[in-house]
């Protein structure tokens, strides 16, 4: 690497793209993986710990959600926006079948929208899958505006990973002879679409269309994806195309994003104050990575062309010659680019374990943080979202004593009576609150059930207001619950997070006072992550 390099940066690169194509890893594994030194992998290991991006259990780590900041960051200044996905997932509709919006990254194909289908035969792409440009509808349209030199490095690869190792969203299976790209570009020049027969695997079939910038550039390709059990290659092509270049048509005309710099005003809110880490960890903690991945994530303003060096400066807190050399590396490493004065993130950010933490489901995000209240509160703890008049149990953390709440995933119990179904009703417009009672009224399950409509509909205005609710041996004596909202990031209440344990003699004050701080802490957490994974993410709900 050049001298002026953030080498602590460097390696928590290195380290991020091991464990985003790791099912799982231990350090060991991320040290052969990288050729990094064991002492200091556990240091950038203990670095990205301490910046929420890696999770420890036991001796393996795991990426988190949170790590999704940094391809948000990227999807942020490319202009993709609500609207353009919302639009996306429509035409999904529409058409019923897999739609998905893709750019170029080098020799390869960028997914960054994907609106699936749900059925038994579904496309399993998702955001940050990089497929070979030869092996895919959309690399025709984006290697038609490679130059001599594009058109090299693509012979060059295909010579040296014939079999397409580098690309770990391509289905497993023998080396095949790369498809004729010259030929298919030309194709797709003359006509104006691409379409893929079956290059990725035998079945899939794909048509797609260029969306181009102002200057008439490919900026996106959108695609309609399906399988030979429900269209021929032509026969799928005649069906979307009409609808295809429609929906293009209205993307090019949306005005460009315009960035929310301007020149003598620097904006703050990405700063991050590293003190109390480096106070915490000591040696162990890398401040150059973590300043470095500070202005990764402030490259996520720079919508249009990009943002100057003093705007990122302002924004990440740090001294210009900081920032400076952390955007030199991030460029080296294909992360950014920049025209001499402005600086712009590039798609590959997203190889950062984008793809496989969009992955993840609602009840995946937040069982970690459940096991880690059971941990301290050493009672179970569950998540449920409301299924009619009844809780669903989602997610659980249980805990192992001699006298426990015995509850598994998928078990129902009615609404009224719990915390959870409480906090979940509370949720609701009035409207739909008293419908859901009406239609299945209360009844009396303990000689401490409320079942008075009026009584239980001020105990449900009282758990509006206060944020949290209670359910003391309404259920079934001897049980008592703690319960808390969780919100999406419109502050819709989409399901509930509780402690459950046996009544005992204490008053029901202090099981609230030595719960609910804790209930409310790992509900943030909670939160914070699924915002983080759905901002440009579809995160699937039970």
Known sequence: MPEESVRPLERGLAVLRALAVADQARAGDLARATGLARSTVDRVVATLARLGYVREHGQELHLTPRLMELGNAYLAASGLSGE???????????????????????????????????????????????????????????????????????????AADPGGEAFPALPPGPASVPPDLFGRVERSRAAGWALDDQLIEPGLIATAVPVRDRAGRVRYALSAVSHTSRHTADGLAQLVLPRLREEAAHLESLPPATSPYTEGELTSGQTTDTSDAKAELGPDFLQS??????????????????LPLTAIAGATGLPRATARRCLHTLEVEGYAAHDG??????????????????????????????????????????????????????????????????????????????????????????????????????????????????????????????????ADEELEE??????VPLKDAGGRVVAALNVAQHAGTAPLGETVEALLPLLRESAAAIETDLHTAARFNSVRMP
């Open 289 to 306: 990575l973590a300043r470095g991945l500070t202005v990764l994530r402030a490259l996520g303003r720079a919508r249009g062309e990009g």
């Open 341 to 470: 004065r402005l600086y712009r993130p590039l798609p590959r950010i997203l190889e950062l374990g984008y793809a496989r933490l969009s992955r993840l489901g609602f009840a995946d995000i937040a069982e970690p943080h459940l096991r880690q209240l059971t941990d301290r509160v050493h009672q179970s703890a569950s998540v449920t979202v409301l299924d009619g008049a009844e809780i669903l149990y989602v997610a659980r953390a249980a805990t192992v004593r001699v006298m426990s709440v015995y509850i598994t995933l998928g078990t129902r119990f009615p609404a009224y009576p719990t915390a959870m179904g409480r906090v979940l009703l509370a949720g609701l417009p009035k409207r739909d609150r008293t419908r859901l009672l009406k239609a299945t009224p209360p009844k009396p399950l303990t000689r401490s059930t409320v079942t008075d409509p009026a009584e239980l509909a001020r105990v449900l205005d009282r758990a509006a207001a206060d944020g949290y609710a209670t």
């Open 478 to 483: 001897g049980l008592r619950s703690v319960a």
């Open 84 to 158: 353009v996905a919302a639009r996306t997932a429509r035409l999904a509709d529409e058409l019923d079948e897999s739609v998905s919006l893709a750019v170029p990254d080098g020799d390869g194909v960028r997914f960054v929208t994907q609106a699936a289908r749900r059925r038994a035969m579904s496309v399993a792409f998702r955001i940050g899958d990089l497929l070979p440009a030869e092996r895919c509808a959309p690399g025709a349209l984006f290697a038609a505006e490679w130059d001599e030199a594009g058109w090299e490095a693509w012979r060059a690869r295909v």
